[in-house]
């Protein structure tokens, strides 16, 4: 019997080397994501309304403000979200950037803690930065933790936010913030606006009447 051909078997070897190397060293597909979200949430009044910052974001990490809004919770009485437009507020930015550096220190340090156990575990002694470390996470997770609970206003910022987003449920919001209803309804003609359509009272940086969509400047 012939030997076989010992050039035809490289070759065929060489041809299936090719049909079997994989793709996807040539296929790498990169994603860049990037947007505008809102952060740092302060001034909450529990069921009604909260203050939050607008931020262009990379990779869902709040990096350049754009606008503060007041958020009203399930919208006005015809179930239409609402929202008022405020100047930038310097507590809400200060809150979403601190909290975004706790969160990833905390996470970041925790990781390198462990990446440190499994080390003391193969026979290198480094317990003073694996401590230092875990000390490190745990300060910024309770840190962390602290300001994510820290976002309800007191009374007076919740009564002024109130009367800007031209809220009607008086009762409820009296309730919340500790002051007379009848007081509130003063304040609240006094630092707002009428809607020429409908006559609901308007926060005056109000452009659009969120009840009837009139427009109001």
Same mark, same amino acid.
Request: glycine share 6%; hydrophobic share 45%.
């Given at each position: 019997?012939?030997?076989?051909?010992?050039?035809?078997?490289?070759?065929? @070897?060489?041809s299936?080397?090719d049909?079997?190397?994989?793709?996807?060293?040539?296929c790498?597909?990169?994603?860049?994501?990037?947007?505008?979200?809102? $952060?740092?949430?302060?001034?909450?009044?529990?069921?009604?309304? $909260?203050?939050?910052?607008?931020?262009?974001?990379?990779?869902?990490?709040?990096?350049?403000?754009?606008?503060?809004?007041?958020?009203?919770?399930?919208?006005?009485?015809?179930g239409?979200?609402r929202?008022?437009?405020?100047?930038?507020?310097?507590?809400?930015?200060?809150?979403?950037?601190? /909290?975004?550096?706790?969160?990833?220190?905390?996470?970041?340090?925790?990781?390198?803690?462990?990446?440190g156990?499994?080390?003391?575990? &193969?026979?290198?002694?480094?317990?003073?930065?694996? +401590?230092?470390?875990?000390? +490190?996470?745990?300060?910024?997770?309770?840190?962390f933790?602290?300001?994510?609970?820290?976002?309800?206003?007191?009374?007076?910022?919740?009564?002024?936010?109130?009367?800007?987003?031209? $809220? @009607?449920?008086?009762?409820?919001?009296? /309730?919340?913030?500790?002051?007379?209803?009848?007081?509130?309804?003063?304040?609240? /003609?006094?630092?707002?606006?009428?809607? &020429?359509?409908?006559?609901?009272?308007?926060?005056? @940086?109000?452009?659009? =009447?969120?009840? =009837?969509? +009139?427009?109001? /400047?």
């Amino acid at each position: 019997m012939e030997p076989p051909n010992t050039n035809v078997r490289s070759a065929f @070897s060489e041809s299936a080397d090719d049909a079997l190397t994989p793709i996807e060293e040539d296929c790498v597909v990169k994603i860049f994501v990037f947007g505008k979200r809102v $952060y740092g949430i302060v001034d909450e009044v529990p069921g009604h309304f $909260y203050v939050g910052t607008f931020f262009w974001h990379v990779y869902w990490l709040p990096l350049f403000p754009v606008e503060s809004w007041i958020f009203v919770v399930g919208g006005d009485e015809v179930g239409r979200a609402r929202s008022v437009p405020l100047p930038i507020c310097l507590r809400s930015v200060v809150m979403a950037w601190l /909290r975004i550096v706790l969160g990833v220190v905390s996470v970041s340090s925790g990781l390198l803690a462990i990446g440190g156990l499994v080390s003391i575990a &193969q026979g290198d002694r480094q317990f003073v930065l694996i +401590t230092a470390l875990l000390f +490190t996470s745990a300060v910024s997770f309770l840190a962390f933790r602290v300001l994510m609970n820290s976002s309800c206003a007191d009374i007076n910022r919740a009564e002024h936010l109130a009367v800007l987003a031209g $809220y @009607s449920n008086l009762e409820s919001i009296s /309730r919340i913030v500790s002051t007379n209803a009848h007081e509130f309804e003063e304040l609240n /003609r006094e630092c707002t606006v009428p809607c &020429q359509t409908c006559h609901r009272p308007v926060a005056p @940086s109000c452009k659009v =009447c969120p009840r =009837c969509e +009139t427009r109001l /400047r």
